[in-house]
């Protein structure tokens, strides 16, 4: 994996045909295409409103001023996906927390379109990296529901355990939902997920 810049944020992940780097408001076109390409796809895995807490950003552009704004706080890196030059999908480091605690969390997608040739897996491995050996970061998390058999094969191929159930942990698709709970720390990959991915 290459790291053009070495620096946290922005930054730009590269592997053969696979390339992380900050979305942008230029992706907007390509991001409205594949979401409306991808609406019964994604819909059962995609993060809700709760009633009663603050409405999400409305347009693309808003959703990505926003995430910017975090982005430039170190509190997310909000990677887009592109797998030969083309937007395919969206990898984000969320709820960045220093202090005694130096953790994170990550959400991804990714057109069905081109699902199943690993690319999220080794992009969650490249951003796993990242984390650890450019931010510093000591531990990573992933909640995913139960029911999501192709999220599950992504920790269980990068052999990230699991350590817990959290019953209605996040609102997902218009409900609370229950979400498996996998994590992994600095110790566990001292030479990283990617040289995991590919021992
Ligand atoms: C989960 C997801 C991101 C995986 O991305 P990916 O790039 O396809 O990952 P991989 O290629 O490593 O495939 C992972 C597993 O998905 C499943 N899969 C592959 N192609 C698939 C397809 N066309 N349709 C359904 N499942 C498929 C397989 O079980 C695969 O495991 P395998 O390699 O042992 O066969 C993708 O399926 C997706 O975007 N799903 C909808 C959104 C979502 O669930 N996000 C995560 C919420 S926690």
Same mark, same amino acid.
């Given at each position: 994996?290459?790291? =053009?810049q070495?620096?946290?944020?922005?930054?730009?992940?590269?592997?053969?045909r696979?390339?992380?780097?900050?979305?942008?408001?230029?992706?907007?076109?390509?991001?409205?295409?594949?979401?409306?390409?991808?609406?019964?796809w994604? %819909?059962?895995?995609?993060?809700?409103?709760?009633?009663? %807490?603050?409405?999400?950003?409305?347009?693309?552009?808003?959703? /990505?001023?926003?995430?910017?704004?975090?982005?430039?706080?170190?509190?997310?890196?909000?990677?887009?996906?592109?797998?030969?030059?083309?937007?395919? @999908?969206?990898?984000t480091?969320?709820?960045? $927390?220093? @202090?005694?605690?130096?953790?994170?969390?990550?959400?991804?997608?990714?057109?069905?379109?081109?699902?199943? =040739? @690993?690319?999220? $897996?080794?992009?969650?491995?490249?951003?796993?990296?990242?984390?650890?050996? /450019?931010?510093?970061?000591?531990?990573?998390?992933?909640?995913?529901?139960?029911?999501?058999?192709?999220?599950?094969?992504?920790?269980?191929?990068?052999?990230?355990?699991?350590?817990?159930?959290?019953?209605?942990?996040?609102?997902?698709?218009?409900?609370?939902?229950?979400?498996?709970?996998?994590?992994? $720390?600095?110790?566990?990959?001292?030479? @990283?997920?990617?040289?995991?991915?590919? %021992?």
């Amino acid at each position: 994996m290459s790291n =053009r810049q070495g620096r946290a944020w922005p930054a730009v992940l590269e592997h053969d045909r696979l390339r992380l780097r900050p979305l942008s408001v230029r992706d907007r076109r390509a991001w409205r295409e594949v979401r409306e390409r991808n609406v019964a796809w994604l %819909s059962r895995w995609d993060a809700t409103t709760p009633p009663g %807490s603050n409405a999400r950003p409305r347009t693309f552009g808003a959703m /990505v001023r926003a995430m910017s704004a975090e982005a430039r706080e170190g509190r997310q890196l909000p990677f887009a996906v592109e797998y030969d030059g083309r937007f395919v @999908g969206q990898l984000t480091v969320n709820n960045i $927390t220093r @202090g005694s605690g130096q953790f994170a969390t990550i959400g991804y997608w990714i057109d069905e379109a081109v699902a199943g =040739r @690993g690319l999220i $897996t080794r992009s969650v491995a490249m951003a796993v990296d990242h984390c650890f050996f /450019v931010l510093r970061l000591h531990r990573i998390e992933i909640a995913i529901r139960p029911e999501n058999v192709a999220s599950l094969r992504v920790v269980e191929k990068l052999g990230i355990a699991e350590y817990g159930y959290a019953p209605r942990f996040l609102h997902i698709d218009g409900d609370w939902r229950d979400h498996r709970l996998f994590a992994i $720390t600095r110790e566990e990959c001292p030479r @990283g997920l990617v040289a995991r991915l590919d %021992s």
